[in-house]
């Protein structure tokens, strides 16, 4: 056998050789063994996500047959918002109080429906009533930790209006795909779209498409016009940022809403481009406002305002996000308010058209306790917190306040003669109540009977600038002031009850500011929302200078024109009586150490547009800041504080006078007299008054005086409130008689402050106008 002959018998290899040694047959065997094993990871892997699908599918499907359609939860019930008093457990109000009527799918035209369907699920008469989408979005959201987004069909909507929560929850997302599916095979698809037109919140307070027609456009559904059905279609997305009463961001955002809307429905062949070429926003209605009848009314207001304001809120928050607020109102205080105004307030015929403001807070942490803004929300604007009035006398605190700040003492001394000249008030000069002469008086007895004169005195030594940042500082809206004229010092610019109180709670709280508020705590049955009042304190006055200004402001109670109307308090107080120029406003500003209300009169017969004179009501001639706004606020002290401690305030710290004038006064003037540090130190703490006996007294030996013109030559006062009795005992006094008063020390000169603005003459002017100069103010 040749060699080149082949051996039968031999085994001829399939491929040669690779060049290691081994035969294509073992290398095949080595492969099948690497091939194996690849081949039973993938298969098991194949069969785990298998099995895994399978476990997810029998999950699925016994959630799906454990899952039962819920009886509906009264959403618009459940996401109320509820006010309650201070205790956080008594029922104050409620903000929305929700309209609704359901209507058959028939009465809803065709367009209005295909509206909603391009708004929110152009495939619902085709789909299963998921989205897998919004599902996928939905797990992707909770994986990566973020809020769970919407994208949900018109079947799921339903479910999550009417059976769940508003909770944007992975779990309440299952629950709510699983009652879709359900819903979607039990209902017909016409009945899933008819339950949820009668279902979805729209805004103003209206859930369901027959309401909100009702709201937005007076008319029944089954009326709607196209672009009306694209309105409300586009607005249910963001009903509180759509409403185009909200202003004309609103409008253009809701323009741009039923743009998408009209174009769908082009889209999807519901609507021809001619027809979409036509339309155009829709008019509305006004936006109804809701209000609780009677004073108590005033109060949701007040709170909805602030949480809007400094919390942040919207009104789709406050009218679907379930809030549960506590307020600052206290139960009590609040009818002691209510009771205190029926009760004091005339009813007489000349009566009916005073409008009354009262507003009380704690001095501690500014929290609002009561408020009376008017008979009704519905009838007159918030006397309390919206309408202003001529402040009058008690804008006077604010000048002692800049007085002692600059070094003055409550035992400096002014001529508190009437009439006396000043800048601007022409030949006749400035008067005080019922033209009464007082001669030298201290400051401390100057505010207890309320003397223009030593006032205006006063504000142009220390200017009418500081008056005016004293008033700021306490709490008075910087909006709220005018020029600072030398007449301010005396009440010429109007301002709210609510900010008074504020100023004259700084007073109280020894001059550490609280902003004042109304809400305590808010809570959310829907959600996590929570907030808690942290009051925002500010120190604005010298603590000692406050005490003083407040000592001096006990007298007012005690001996001056406040002692009558506060006759059988029973406790310790501080006040300030107002009457503005021709008895336009009436006002008591005043606080017990536990709490501070303020009281403001005024009448109009045009809703607070204009003012009128205050006379012959009730049979006194003149209405005054010691008659009525006195004596409802010695009654509402009386009811809010009973069965509390009667507490004392603390004794005011002696003051040392340093006070300089900067500027010279007119030669017609006579300058400041102040008492020694040997008479201060003996004086500071007493409560020195003036009676009408003293007054003529020392009136007598001033009369002759250049300052002042004879009293015959006067104008009558305008003003009837009588001065404070001859009967009532004048506090014990340390004053040294005049004739052996030693010589006054030499005072420290202070750089020359800028001299003020020129006056400008005294026109003829309402309690409501700004700043003027020449008004004569009453106590």
Sequence with gaps: ????????????????????????????????????????????????????????????????????????????????????????????ARFNNTTREDVPISQVPQHVKNAFLAAEDRDFYDNDGVSFTGIARAVLANIKGDEVQGGSTITQQYVKNYFLSQDKTLNRKVNEVMISVKIDRKLPKDEILQNYLNTIYFGRNAYGIQAASQAYFNKDAKELTVSEGAFLASIINSPSSLDPASGQEARDRANGRMVYVLDGMVDEGWLSQAERDKQR???????????????????????????KGPRGLTQQDIDRGGLRITTTINKKAQAAAVNAVKERLPTT???????????????????????????????????????????????????????LEDGMTLQTQYLGNSPMKFPGYGARGATNFANQNFGNINLRR????????????????????????????????????????????????????????????????????????????????????????????????????????????????????????????????????GTASANRAVWFNGFTPQLTASVGIFKSTDGGKTTEEMTNIAGIPNLTGGTFPTEIWTAFMKAALKGEKVEKFPEAPRLTNSFSPTTQRTTDRPRTRTTTEEESSSSSSSSSSSTSSSSSTSSSTSTSSSTSTSSSSAPSSTS??????????????????EPTRPPLPTRPTRPTRPPEPPDPPAPDATPRAPARDGVEAGP
């Excluded at 005690?558 to 107080?573: E, N, V």
């Excluded at 009837?720 to 008689?737: A, V």
């Design 349 to 403: 015929p000349e009566a009916k058209d005073l409008h009354v403001g009262l507003a009380a807070q704690r001095p501690d942490d500014g929290a609002i306790v009561a408020v009376y803004g008017g008979r009704d929300p519905a009838k007159e604007a918030n006397n309390a917190t919206f309408q202003q009035m001529q402040a009058a006398s008690g804008f006077k605190v604010f000048g002692l306040l800049g007085a």
């Design 1 to 92: 056998m040749s060699d080149d002959d082949l051996d039968p018998t031999a085994e001829v290899p399939t491929q040669p050789d690779d060049g290691d040694g081994a035969t294509s047959t073992t290398r095949r065997g080595r492969q099948r063994k690497k091939h194996g094993l690849a081949y039973k990871i993938l298969t098991r892997s194949a069969i785990g996500l298998a099995t895994l699908a399978v476990i997810g599918m029998v999950v699925l499907f016994v959630l799906y047959q454990r899952t039962e359609i819920p009886q509906p939860n009264e959403d618009a019930q459940r996401q109320v918002s509820v006010l309650y008093y201070d205790d956080g457990k008594t029922e104050l």
């Design 446 to 577: 100057a505010t207890a009977n309320s003397v223009n004169t030593v006032f205006l005195g006063l504000n142009q030594d220390i200017g009418p600038s500081t008056t005016r940042k004293m008033a700021m500082q306490a709490g008075i809206p910087e909006s709220s002031l005018g020029k600072p004229t030398l007449a301010n010092v005396l009440g010429t610019d109007s301002v709210r009850v609510l900010d008074m109180s504020t100023a004259y709670n700084t007073i109280a709280n020894e001059g550490e500011k609280v902003t004042p508020h109304y809400i305590k705590k808010v809570t959310s049955v829907t959600s996590d929302y929570t907030y808690e009042a942290k009051p925002a304190k500010k120190r604005v006055f010298d603590k000692a200078v406050a005490m003083n200004t407040r000592a001096a402001m006990e007298d007012v109670v005690k001996y001056g024109s406040g002692r009558q109307g506060t006759t059988g308090l029973g406790r310790p107080a501080a006040g300030k009586t």
């Design 720 to 737: 009837s409130e009588p001065p404070p009795s001859s009967s009532t005992p004048p506090p014990p006094s340390t004053t040294r008689p």
């Design 281 to 307: 926003m829709p008019s509305f209605v006004d936006r109804k406002k809701q209000t609780i009848p009677g004073p108590n009314g005033y109060l949701r207001d007040l709170v909805e305002k602030e949480l």
